[in-house]
């Protein structure tokens, strides 16, 4: 079995997000994508992240339709920060060996990849995918990383969680950079604003 891993914030879960995984799972011929929400990401401040719970939901809400996608809880159950080393070996224990393991990471976050707790390990026990992202040349990712990573370009769609909270603080329309659904639910709970 083929398990790609997506983490993140999604704080909120967008469209690149979704289409990242679909061209992961479509063009690699992974059996599954997990969407991985972390809790306390080390690296990301806290005055902007709503609630764990809240993003638990749009991520449910977000993959319902995709029969390749799963939303696991594992970083949100878990006590303290959320480090990816940390979710590769549960998953590894969980999945055991004959189960091939993949973590999509954008562009964007593999120029600082060197900031992730034990980020040699990590790249050592888990294969990595790399999504392109515009405005994020991989020509700025150190030659100790990129060359361990498996490079997948995506269709370039100029949406980021940033971008969102701010329209949605602005009173601007989210309609098509989000699933309806979850704009649906940031309305009903009054989420970022």
Known sequence: MKIAIMGGTFNPIHNAHLISAEQVQDQLNYDRVLFIPSARPPHKGHHDIIDSEHRYEITQIAVADNPHFEVLRIELDRKGQSYAIQTIKELQKLYGNNCKLAWII??????????????????????FIATTRSGYPLSKVPHDIINRVEILQIPEIEISA???RNRIRSKNSIRYLVPSQVAEYITKHKLFI
């Open 106 to 127: 954008g562009a964007d976050s593999l120029i600082e990849f060197k900031i992730w707790k034990d980020w040699d390990e990590i790249l050592n026990i888990c294969h």
């Open 162 to 164: 940033t971008d969102i």
